[in-house]
């Protein structure tokens, strides 16, 4: 079964410095996403992607994030300075063309942990 | 601002047990989705329901739509220990690239 690949599967970075979480699609999706969960909190919507431009994005995607998809594969998240509060898994997702569902494909995630 | 809410928050059975968990919304979406989540990985996709009233089956789980497609219900019959995970509700928007919304999640738990 196809999946969305992500890594690295945790991260641990000092406050301030600059992390790329990077994640490969299914490659016949054509919507991206990213999504964070704080340590038992809910799954919060970050920012979408389609046709290489940003679709939508939340307050909590400030300017410190960007995404990029940089090859045509890769989909990445950058955080420029990291603060203690980014610690959180990172999902990204990947969605089908129109009319071949509405589910999201989900990775396993990236572990980030802000010290 | 579109909000989800689950009930109950924590589930505790005996294998062998129905159970029923519940998702509901003062908002209407247009889809809804269930998803699993295992301790450190992401959410799997379980099913989607787009018509008000629809009732979809997987394997023991039912799911179910509301009428006013406001909320939805995820019934499961004669639980296993396999099925122990949080169960997550996300309502979708007008477009099939809209983010989804997830609800806070049932964490249940299947005593062998």
């Known amino acids: 079964e196809p999946e969305v690949t992500q890594t690295p599967s945790h991260q641990v970075t000092q406050m301030g410095q600059e992390v790329i979480l990077r994640c490969v699609p299914i490659?016949?999706?054509?919507?991206f996403y990213w999504y964070r969960q704080i340590l038992g909190q809910k799954v919060e919507f970050l920012v979408s992607f389609y046709n290489n431009e940003i679709s939508e994005k939340s307050e909590i995607f400030d300017d410190q994030f960007s995404v990029e998809r940089p090859d045509g594969s890769n989909f990445t998240l950058k955080i420029r300075s990291t603060k203690l509060e980014d610690s959180a898994m990172y999902f990204c997702?990947?969605?089908?063309?129109?009319?071949?569902?509405?589910?999201?494909?989900f990775g396993s995630g990236t572990r980030l942990t802000v010290v | 601002t579109q909000l989800l809410e689950q009930s109950p928050q924590f589930l505790s059975i005996q294998e062998g047990e129905n159970l029923t968990v519940y998702c509901n919304s003062s908002?209407?979406?247009?889809?809804l989705q269930w998803y699993r989540q295992e301790p450190g990985e992401g959410p799997v996709l379980l099913v989607t329901?787009?018509?008000?009233?629809e009732v979809k089956k997987l394997k023991r789980l039912t799911f179910q739509f509301g009428d006013a497609r406001k909320d939805s219900s995820l019934h499961i019959t004669a639980a296993q220990p396999g099925d122990t995970g949080l169960y997550l509700c996300a309502g979708g928007g007008r477009t099939s690239y809209d983010k989804v919304i997830f609800g806070p999640g049932t964490s249940l738990s299947v005593i062998p």
């Open positions: 908002s209407v979406f247009s889809s």
């Open positions: 997702a990947s969605r089908p063309p129109p009319g071949q569902g509405y589910g999201y494909t």
């Open positions: 329901v787009v018509t008000g009233g």
């Open positions: 490659s016949n999706h054509l919507y």
